[in-house]
């Protein structure tokens, strides 16, 4: 919910969509520049609103403190910006203790309902932090940090602090490594980056687990936060991934692989999408589409109701990743007996698996990496499971299997084969998942229909006519 603090959008007929989603939390920016417009004289009444709408519907806040005050130290160039982006507020003594006094009014008076406070958005990106000539983004940020992380913790000892970038795995490892080189890691319990990928299992888990390494050389106890990624629904303006061919159900698609992928990651303890609503850019120039309502009326983007699938099933404390389960994908022959075409077997062996625990049942999501925007080729897997939690894993068998598609929300029966431990469905270029039927009974907007018979556990495994 970002930009509401340049007063970009009205939150209100948004909520309703925000209550239905069940997601745990927003991203706020607090707006300094829209709450003190007199010096000394705050204003909180704008975000009392946003705040309170949110505690009525059970959703928590967290709070990026952005951006300057052009009361307080605008230059020639950033005097007429009334969203403060462009000001920063440690230019001098007069402009430190402003921000000081801002940021102390702002802690304190959210700190019964917001737990974690973020320090500025993104001040690797120039539009949002200025620095002076040949100076160091990361060195000016890190001195942001060290001034007002303390101001945080005294206002509310119980806050965590956030610090951000936009860096993240990949080309943005070593920015994020020379933040933290600048020594931050005492002062902040979460790290927040943004990275919006075009192919959203574009990073290996090698990749990131480096990234991750790297900032923890220097801060050993930071937590892992990805506080911005999403797609727009629309091929027209600004903004991250706007040169891809861009549509309502390109973004479904990429926003099921994006989220379960994140979700996937036992380094990453949060994630989130940009944005729940579209709204007009900052620039002025063009409306950003990225949010899961429409421009207008709020109606829900397919987007929407793969987001709120994910939250239910992947996100109600039920699900976590799980190293013990694995399924391994061979795509099936042809019904005359023959082998799939080479390309094909391509993408079947370019799969991605993600393995989580439900309850006590093996969970999957599956999907290609085809691109997101193309419809692929059809192709059919078959899948092993193996389940090293099972008390025999050699014998570990389907009883009920189902596979949900996550872009639809339909669930549809399999026929467990060779001794109840592989499956066969069609692959897909978004997240569809493979679990036993008792995994999602109790989950909203599912329909499942009645349970096959229950199989035997301890079937003799037979061998594969495909091996």
């Known amino acids: 919910m970002e930009c509401l603090d340049r007063a970009l959008w009205d939150h209100r007929p948004a909520m309703p969509a925000l209550a239905a989603l069940g997601v745990r939390r927003v991203r706020l920016q607090s707006g300094w520049a829209r709450t003190e417009r007199s010096r000394g004289s705050y204003d909180f009444a704008w975000l009392d609103g946003i705040v309170g709408d949110l505690a009525a519907i059970g959703v928590e806040p967290w709070i990026s403190l952005s951006y300057g005050n052009p009361l307080y130290g605008a230059t020639p160039e950033t005097a007429a910006d009334y969203t403060g982006q462009g000001v920063f507020p440690l230019q001098n003594e007069e402009t430190a203790a402003a921000w000081k006094a801002y940021v102390e009014a702002v802690v304190r008076r959210y700190r019964d309902r917001v737990r974690v406070w973020e320090i500025w958005n993104e001040p690797d990106v120039s539009i949002f932090l200025k620095v002076p000539a040949g100076g160091s983004w990361a060195r000016e940020y890190a001195g942001l940090v060290r001034f007002t992380a303390p101001i945080i913790r005294t206002a509310a000892p119980e806050a965590r602090v956030a610090v951000c970038t936009a860096a993240g795995p990949g080309m943005g490892g070593p920015r994020a490594a020379a933040l933290f080189a600048e020594g931050i890691g005492d002062c902040a319990d979460i790290y927040c980056f943004h990275a919006y990928e075009a192919v959203p299992e574009q990073f290996s888990p090698a990749m990131r687990s480096?990234?991750?390494?790297?900032?923890?050389?220097?801060?050993?106890?930071?937590?892992?936060?990805?506080?911005?990624?999403?797609?727009?629904?629309?091929?027209?303006?600004?903004?991250?991934l706007m040169w891809l061919p861009l549509s309502e159900e390109m973004q479904a698609r990429w926003m099921s692989r994006h989220l379960v992928r994140d979700l996937a990651d036992p380094d990453l303890a949060f994630t989130s999408w940009f944005h729940l609503a579209s709204f007009r850019h900052f620039s002025g120039l063009c409306t950003y589409h990225y949010g899961v309502v429409r421009d207008g009326d709020f109606s829900p983007k397919p987007a929407f109701h793969v987001l709120r699938r994910i939250a239910v099933i992947f996100d109600d404390g039920r699900c976590a990743p799980d190293a013990l389960a694995g399924m391994a994908l061979h795509a099936s022959r042809l019904p005359d007996g023959a082998q799939q075409s080479p390309s094909c077997q391509a993408i079947v062996a370019g799969a991605a698996v993600h393995s989580f625990r439900r309850d006590s049942f093996p969970l999957f999501a599956v999907t290609s990496r085809w691109p997101a925007h193309e419809d692929m080729p059809p192709v059919r897997v078959d899948a092993t499971l193996f389940d090293a939690a099972a008390a025999a894993p050699e014998r570990a068998a389907w009883r009920d299997p189902v596979l949900l598609d996550l872009l639809d929300g339909?669930?549809?029966?399999?026929?467990?084969?060779?001794?109840?431990?592989?499956?066969?469905?069609?692959?897909?270029?978004?997240?569809?998942?493979?679990?036993?039927?008792?995994?999602?009974?109790?989950?909203p907007g599912l329909a499942l229909t009645a349970a096959a018979a229950e199989r035997p556990v301890d079937a003799p495994l037979s061998q594969s006519t495909h091996e």
């Open 210 to 240: 480096a990234f991750y390494a790297a900032v923890r050389r220097f801060a050993p106890k930071i937590e892992f936060w990805r506080g911005e990624a999403g797609i727009s629904s629309v091929s027209a303006g600004k903004g991250a």
């Open 410 to 443: 339909s669930v549809a029966p399999l026929e467990p084969f060779d001794g109840g431990f592989r499956v066969s469905f069609d692959l897909a270029n978004h997240i569809r998942v493979v679990t036993e039927r008792a995994a999602l009974e109790g989950v």
